[in-house]
């Protein structure tokens, strides 16, 4: 059988920086949280970066907002062209906690509802750790 890499896997893997990170992470609305509940769980969400910080909403009565209180989390946001097999990844871990009415940025500058329903539940992941990597020329 011949070897069927794609030529953006011969060795053109590279680490992020953080700057870059946080920039790549601002070109997206669409992202996943992780958490444990008896195992793994990962859900998209749609999130702005604010201020260094991933900041989502969801409904204070689903199973994500039962799990986001002052716990550890981990978001991912990533982009790959299926196919080149090029593209990047940047993954958060951190910790998240419910946000106060209070520390919120303005309304405008919040994500928006993903679907219908009370989403009135603000969850901040601040990082503890940033890492992204780039594969191939994008």
Known sequence: MANSVAPAL???FRELPEAECLELLKTKQLGRVA???QGPVVLPVKYVIDEHTVLFRTSPHSSLAQHMRA?????????IDDE????????IRGRAT?????DLPEVADR????HEGVQSL?????PRVISGRRLGNR
């Not at 716990?71 to 990533?78: E, I, L, N, R």
């Not at 097999?85 to 940047?90: C, E, I, M, P, T």
């Not at 419910?98 to 209070?102: F, L, N, P, R």
């Not at 603000?122 to 601040?126: A, F, L, N, W």
């Open 84 to 91: 080149t097999d090029a593209g990047w990844s940047v993954l």
């Open 98 to 102: 419910y946000v106060d009415c209070s």
């Open 111 to 114: 994500a928006p509802p993903w």
């Open 35 to 37: 958490y444990h509940d």
């Open 10 to 12: 011969s060795g053109q």
């Open 71 to 79: 716990t550890h989390a981990a978001f991912q946001v990533d982009e």
């Open 122 to 126: 603000h969850v901040r992941i601040t």
